[in-house]
């Protein structure tokens, strides 16, 4: 199925069709992990519902050449494997080259690279990606061109000062063309987020910065449509999604480890039965 064009239909339509594709992705990431014997599972598994509401509806053209496109920035790099499960399963991605994911002369490595078509810019050290996405916006306002732009961040990432020094300068110059998103998954690499570094309430910080800043169920995409969609209101928007490490696999959700580990083959049979099952479960 080629989604190019967004998911279309009536709002409930278009939130069942967004649930297919959810769990379309988290097969083909639990397949690619196993396949290249890589982490990152559980960041990706935990940024899978919103990649699939920006890709399978809400971003215009992205992954064209087109100048006048949505632009994407995954400031959270290592969740890769869940930004080429969105392009693949939306039809922006042939099939051999998804199963390349790791490979050997392959484009498809554990954080992007702009070798790739759909990928404008190269993360992966955290603390960057918003400030490119800023250059992004601004460049599309100074060209007058309509393309949007949207970046999805860690909630650990917020933790560096560049982050905050982007946000200043978003809010100055009024960005009304960016939108922000934070998969606020509560973990890290060494641990709980808000015992490394707590930057509760997150929403609050973002509006004291000048941001439109609403809060969202990451997993479900009712709330991460209202919010995506709402109407601007001269500022630039920050999405604070409440997500799960891992979610989809149960014994992956909300343990650290699985920030960096990867699957033995009975994890990956038990891993891929759960998805398989949630995906029965929902055709019956």
């Not at 769990?23 to 559980?42: K, S, W």
């Not at 960057?128 to 970046?151: E, H, K, N, T």
């Not at 982050?163 to 060494?190: M, Y």
């Amino acid at each position: 199925m080629n989604m190019h064009s967004p998911i279309s239909g009536t709002n409930s339509q278009r939130i069942a069709r967004l649930e297919h594709l959810s769990r379309q992705m988290r097969r083909g990431i639990l397949d690619r992990a196993f396949a290249a014997g890589v982490g990152h599972i559980g960041s990706a598994l935990s940024v899978a519902d919103i990649l699939a509401v920006l890709w399978g509806i809400v971003m215009r053209d992205a992954g064209t050449t087109n100048p006048q496109r949505d632009r994407f920035v995954l400031c959270k790099g290592h969740a890769a494997l869940g930004l080429y499960a969105a392009m693949h399963h939306t039809g922006r991605m042939d099939k051999k080259t998804f199963e390349s994911y790791c490979m050997e002369d392959t484009h498809l490595g554990v954080h992007p690279e702009p070798t790739l078509e759909g990928v404008d810019v190269g993360t992966g050290s955290l603390g960057q990606g918003l400030s490119v996405a800023c250059g992004l916006a601004y460049g599309l306002r100074l060209d007058r061109l309509p393309g949007r732009v949207f970046a999805l961040l860690s909630d650990a990432e917020c933790n560096e000062g560049q982050v905050w020094e982007a946000a200043q300068f978003a809010a100055h110059h009024k960005l009304n063309n960016l939108t922000a998103l934070v998969d606020a998954n509560g973990t890290q690499a060494l641990g709980r987020t808000e015992e490394i570094l707590d930057l509760s309430p997150m929403a609050k910080r973002w509006e004291a910065f000048g941001w439109h800043a609403l809060e969202a169920d990451g997993h479900d995409h009712a709330s991460l449509l209202e919010a995506v969609e709402a109407p601007r209101d001269g500022r630039p928007r920050m999405i604070i999604a409440k997500t799960v490490i891992g979610k989809g696999v149960s014994y992956m959700e909300d343990r650290v480890a699985w920030h960096y580990k990867s699957m033995s083959p009975d994890e990956f049979a038990l891993g891929k039965a759960e998805v398989d099952s949630d995906m029965q479960e929902a055709a019956a």
